[in-house]
């Protein structure tokens, strides 16, 4: 299976400064149909998921464009500009190029 | 609007079955990817199966094949979540995923003696 390895587990922020999440894959998640399906999630406490962003830099719909992803292979990030009050909870990187689909352990970003 | 939203979870003991329920409204059902993704308390996501759109495709992670089987009724707008003989391990919150750009709220599996 891919390993996710996400970094830091812990990330302790001040609102207005930027952040910014690793996630490490073990193998490269470069798909068949030339896509790297790698995604980022957002969950804050007590609620479900939400992807904020598809295929390594594509922002879902609603998502502030303070979120960025970058990376490509097996190294990639997830930056938060500047961050406000709301962004508090985990962040989860998922690779759904290979089978079975695996998730980092999550990243817990806190004021 | 898309919506999702899961039933079936209980407290089960070790050894049994329930089946899990994901009542989808909003979109074209039948087009999508389908995934079930659970969550154990305090604990990271995992990925647990996925069905294609016209359910000819269905993958596993390891730890269930054998046990789980994930089916869908387009004709419903219904994801389901057979899962038989239970153990520890499996409790967690239970959700259901459209490609994983949509999420319910989850429904919590609790399996214990």
């Known amino acids: 299976d891919v390993v996710m390895t996400q970094s830091p587990l812990s990330l302790p922020v001040t609102l207005g400064q930027p952040a910014s999440i690793s996630c490490r894959s073990s193998?490269?998640?470069?798909?068949?149909?030339?896509?790297?399906?790698l995604s980022w999630f957002q969950q804050r406490p007590g609620q479900s998921p939400r992807r904020l962003i598809s295929?390594?830099?594509n922002r879902d719909s609603g998502v502030p464009d303070r979120f960025s992803g970058s990376g490509s292979g097996t190294d990639f990030t997830l930056k938060i500009s500047r961050v406000e009050a709301e962004d508090v909870g985990v962040y989860h990187c998922?690779?759904?190029?290979?089978?079975?689909?695996?998730f980092g352990q999550g990243t817990k970003l806190e004021i | 609007e898309v919506q999702l939203v899961e039933s079936g979870g209980d407290l089960v003991r070790p050894g049994g079955s329930l089946r899990l329920s994901c009542a989808v409204s909003?979109?074209?059902?039948?087009?999508?990817?389908m995934n079930w993704i659970r969550q154990a308390p305090g604990m990271g996501l995992e990925w647990v199966a996925n069905?294609?759109?016209?359910?000819?495709?269905?993958y596993y992670v390891d730890s269930v094949k054998g046990r789980f089987t994930i089916s869908r009724d387009n004709a419903k707008n219904s994801l389901h979540l057979q899962m038989n003989s239970l153990r520890a391990d499996d409790t967690a919150v239970y959700y259901c995923?459209?490609?994983?750009?949509?999420w319910g709220q989850g429904t919590l599996v609790t399996v214990s003696s």
């Open positions: 193998q490269r998640l470069v798909y068949s149909d030339g896509n790297t399906r």
């Open positions: 069905i294609s759109p016209d359910g000819s495709q269905v």
């Open positions: 295929k390594v830099s």
């Open positions: 995923s459209r490609d994983t750009d949509s």
């Open positions: 998922m690779q759904s190029t290979h089978w079975p689909h695996t």
């Open positions: 909003g979109f074209t059902f039948s087009r999508y990817w």
